[in-house]
Structures are given as C-alpha cells and as structure tokens.
C-alpha cells in the first residue's frame, strides 16, 4: 500500500472535518474522492499532506507517517485554493519550488513540466498576469516537479475550460502510466467516473462507500422486463433477488446488486409462465450512484 | 531555509514599495540636509557669538534628532513590510504550495526572519550611515569617532532587529491586522515608556523611581527605546567626556545595565523560539 489511512480523525472542537476514515490505496491506481461540499474532502488531503494535525489515527504514505520530512518528500499537491507568490514569473516560480526541494539543475526539468502543462511561452510573464486557469497549470507543474510517487489533486479542474479538463485528464492518465498514484478530490463526477480506478464517497465527515468503481457500478443496475400474464408468487420470487420492485406503466422495474442475477430473474420469468416480451438492463453512473449514496445518507442523519 | 532568505530578500527588492521607499527616503535626507545647513551656517550675529560648547550642545540635539526620526521611519516600515511575513502567506493560501514540500516549518519562519533582518539593516545602516555623514559633510562640531559611529551603528540595527522578531513570532501565531495593532501599540508604549523614564531625570523623590520603574517595565516589553538611547549614549558620550550631549529628548541621562542586554539577547531568541514552536504545531 502506498497509501493508508487507521480510522483517521481531524476535528474542529469536535466538530466538521472528517472521522474514523480507513482508506488503502495500491500504488499505480487514480483514487477518486468524492463528497458534497463541506463533507471533509479537503481537510482530508490537507491532512494527508501535512498541513493540518490529525486529531486520532494514523496515517502513512509510502510507509512513512503522515507529516514527516519522509513522508512529504515523494508526495505533490496542487490545493484548492491555489495562490502562488505573483510578484514572480512563472519560471522563476519553478525555480523557487524547485530550490525548495534542492533540485540541482532544474532548468530541463522546468522546462519538460511548462511544456507538459502548455505554459510554454508564458514561462517570462508574471504569475500575476496569469489567468486563473493558466496559475493551475504551473500549480499542478509545481505538484509535478520533485516526481513524486503520490500526487494530491484537490479540484484540479475547477478554474480550466474543457480543453484544459482534457488535458489535465491526458496528464493524469499518463502520471499513472508512469506507476504513479494520484489522489484525486473532485466534484465532477463524469471526471472521475472517466479516469478513476478506485472511489470513496465521504458525507459529513464519515466514508460511506469505497471501492473498485467497477463493482460500486455495477451494484446498482436498473432492469426493466415487459412482462405479461405473471401473478404475486413471480414477483416475490424476484423481491428475493433484486430491491426496489415495482409495476409502472406496464414495466416491472427493479435493481440488482449483481448483474450475475440478471439471467437468473428471467429464467425465473420464464419457468413461472408469464410471458417476458423485454428486458434492458442499465448500469447507473456515477452520478446515479452518488445521488442514491448520499442522498439514503442524508435520510440517516 | 536559504531559500526562503534568498526570496524574502528578492520579494522586498522586486516590489515597487522598495523604490518608493528608496525615493522617499532621499526625500526625508534631503529635507534634514537642508534643514542641518540652515542650522550650521547661520550667520546670525547671537548665534556666531554664542560660545562653541552651546553650538555642539545644539549640533549634538540636530544628529540626535536625525537618528531619532531614522529610527522611527524604520520601525514603521518594519511594521508595513513585515506584518504579513507569514500571516500573510497563510490568509492567501500561498502557504499551501510551501509546506506541504520537505521544509521544516521552522526554516520556513526563520528564513523569512534571516532575509527580512538583512534587508532592514543594510537599509537602517544606510540611513545611519546617511545621517552621520550629512552631519560630517555640513562641518559639525560634535566629535564623532571612529569607533564611535560604530559601536553605535550595533545598537541602531540592533533596534529593528529585536523589533522585527517580535513582528515576526507575532505574524506566525496571529492575523496580519493583529500583528500589526500589536507591533505599532507595543512600539508606542516602548516609546512612551522611554520617555517617562528620561523625565524621571527631573524629579528627586519618589516620583523619579515610579518613572524610572515605568521606563524599565516598558523596556522589558519592548526594548527598541532603550537601545536607542544606548546608541545614542554610545555615539556621543564615551570619547568626548561631554556626557550631557547624550541627554535631550533624543537621548537619556540614565543607561541601561549590562543585564538589560543580557535580556535582548534572550528577548529575540525567545520570541522566535515560541513564534516558530506556535507555527510548527498550528492548523493551516
């Protein structure tokens, strides 16, 4: 594990931040880390990243506790609320970053990470005149410089147009060509459903759902039979292998956590007699997932 | 931590606030030239006849004046430059980008304090320097020695020094409008208290004690004045033997002890000590 988390708790007078989170991350994967606003999302990457104290827990990046000199040495980190010294150039802030981590004849390194962000050219103008999506380009070039193993994206997208998105996308995708590990903090939901290999989805400070994207997807299939000449016993046969069973508009409608039981229910169909005319199944997306997720969540709290 | 110097010192230089300091400060120069040569090539009849000792008392009152004022331009750009130090790093976030790397939070206070030192004594030296030769240039009478001008020189920079790790260990626990209600209270109660205790010099009784206490209690929270005054005592006091040029409301008549400086020495290390131990163990 390059990343691991023991029921991690950062609180502000025992309140908001995030509690008891358990998160393991292989290395070479692209972690999606989703939530509502507020729901802890970056107080936890500052965390990790040492910035904030833990408050209980523990907490290792590549086997080394969180906030030590070992721990931050192979780790990146573009924040959210990026702001950079403007009185500099964009070179020279690289240079500065690139001082701070004692990289010794940075110049060619400066030069690959402003040519991998589309800064180059831009490189001898002030930060100051930079836009606000052109300051988190050479903020994630930053993040790039010491090669780290681990990198912390929080809302890496959030000030850049479409095209931008794509290529800081293409950029994430070849960091994980590369055996990296990226930790992605997002609310664009299609962004992470795009590029992430693992997800968890924290609300009110606590990790609610976390696993293989895949398998979290593939919980929650909506199927749709049009059926005919069926009676009760049929539909409590099927109530045994899929939730959410319901007749609409001629439609039975139902979930299944496994899309293995898809088979199954219409053969079932089939031996009851009832005639099966239809079946489609969907596979919810991401956003699906996240609306059901943190929606029942809020109807907890 | 080098680092941090080094660009804490490029910042100061890069930023349009060093030429205008820089332009302003030939201003303030200019208009104490002016002012010195008026003063020393007056001729007045009552001045030309007044004896040579009164014209050093008042020559002696003109550098004291110059340095005084010096002093005060520095403590306040001090203030204005120095306030946001870290505090300012971290309401804008630009703190994120920084710590987050394998920089020890302590090396990062600490070189800001290095490189904000060197830059406000080379410009306090300069301005010193400045003032003692405009004074030479326009043929004071005051005697200033070589080693004089020197040993004083210590105690001038030493001045915003200690001024500036207090600005600094304060910019690392508080906000930067906090830190700055704090330095400019702090400098004036320093000053204020400084005072006081020079007009102790007047009274005989108890009164003289109680401003004297006041004095010594204002320096314990903030010793600019009383180096200042040691500076001043320093520069024209030890080889001329007219102590009384040291005195005036630019000076003083008492010195501070050997212990008083035993108390600056640990007055920096301390404040930085416990502003940088604050900073290592804060939330960002």
Redesign the interface.
Same mark, same amino acid.
């Given at each position: 594990m390059i990343l691991e988390t023991q029921n991690l708790t950062k609180q502000?007078n025992g309140k908001g931040g995030f509690k008891d989170v358990n998160i393991s991350i292989d290395s070479g994967m692209v972690f999606g880390f989703l939530g509502p606003n507020g729901a802890g999302k970056s107080t936890f990457v500052?965390t990790m990243? !040492?910035?904030?104290?833990p408050t209980s827990g523990f907490a290792w990046i590549n086997g080394f506790p969180i906030g030590t000199?070992e721990s931050?040495?192979k780790?990146g980190?573009l924040?959210e609320?990026?702001?950079?010294?403007d009185?500099m150039t964009g070179k020279e802030l690289m240079k500065?970053?690139a001082?701070?981590?004692k990289i010794k004849n940075s110049d060619k390194k400066i030069e690959k990470f402003l040519d991998l962000v589309k800064l180059k050219g831009h490189e001898n103008k002030k930060v100051k005149n930079y836009s606000k999506g052109m300051q988190q380009r050479i !903020?994630l070039a930053?993040a790039l410089l010491?090669d780290p193993e681990v990198i912390f994206l929080d809302e890496p997208t959030s000030a850049l147009d479409p095209v931008g998105r794509i290529d800081v996308r293409e950029i994430i995708k070849r960091l994980k060509d590369d055996g990296k590990t990226v930790f992605l903090n997002s609310h664009l939901l299609s962004e992470i459903e795009m590029i992430c290999d693992e997800v968890a989805i924290i609300n009110h400070g606590h990790v609610i759902a976390e696993g293989k994207l895949k398998n979290l997807l593939s919980k929650n299939t909506y199927v749709e039979m049009v059926i005919s000449d069926y009676n009760s016993e049929l539909i409590e046969k099927i109530s045994k292998l899929a939730y959410d069973v319901a007749f609409k508009d001629g439609k039975l409608t139902f979930k299944v956590k496994d899309k293995d039981s898809i088979p199954e229910i219409a053969k079932i169909v089939v031996d009851s007699g009832a005639k099966l005319y239809q079946l489609d199944s969907k596979t919810s997306s991401l956003e699906d997932l996240f609306i059901n997720i943190v929606g029942k969540d809020e109807d907890v709290c | 931590m080098l680092t941090i110097t080094k660009y804490t010192i490029k910042e100061m230089i890069k930023k349009r606030a060093f030429l205008l300091i820089a332009i302003l400060t030939v201003g303030y120069l200019f208009i104490y030239g002016y002012g010195l040569s008026l003063a020393f090539h007056n001729n007045n009849q009552v001045i030309n006849n007044t004896p040579n000792i009164a014209k050093i008392l008042l020559e002696s009152q003109l550098l004291s004046a110059g340095l005084y004022f010096s002093n005060f331009i520095i403590a306040f750009l001090i203030v204005l430059t120095s306030v946001g130090a870290v505090s300012g790093d971290v309401e804008s976030g630009a703190i994120y980008a920084l710590l987050y790397k394998p920089l020890k939070r302590h090396e990062y206070v600490l070189g800001k304090f290095i490189g904000l030192s060197i830059i406000i004594t080379v410009y306090s030296t300069l301005l010193f320097l400045s003032v003692i030769g405009l004074n030479i240039a326009f043929g004071t009478k005051v005697y200033l020695g070589l080693g004089n001008v020197f040993r004083a020189l210590f105690f001038f920079d030493l001045g915003p020094v200690v001024l500036l790790s207090l600005v600094v260990a304060s910019s690392s626990i508080m906000s930067t409008v906090n830190t700055g209600v704090l330095a400019v209270m702090t400098y004036g109660i320093a000053m204020i208290g400084g005072i006081l205790e020079q007009m102790g010099s007047f009274f005989t009784d108890a009164t003289s004690q109680g401003l004297s206490n006041v004095g010594i209690i204002t320096s314990l929270i903030l010793p600019t004045d009383v180096i200042f005054r040691k500076m001043n005592a320093e520069l024209l006091t030890q080889n001329t033997g007219l102590s009384f040029l040291a005195q005036g409301p630019f000076g003083g008549t008492s010195q501070p002890s050997p212990a008083m400086f035993v108390y600056i020495a640990f007055y920096i290390c301390f404040l930085l000590y416990y502003g940088t131990r604050k900073f290592e163990k804060r939330d960002l």
């Open positions: 502000f500052k990243v !040492g910035l904030l104290y000199i931050k040495r780790i980190f924040p609320n990026f702001k950079y010294y009185w500065f970053h001082e701070l981590y !903020g930053i010491n | -």
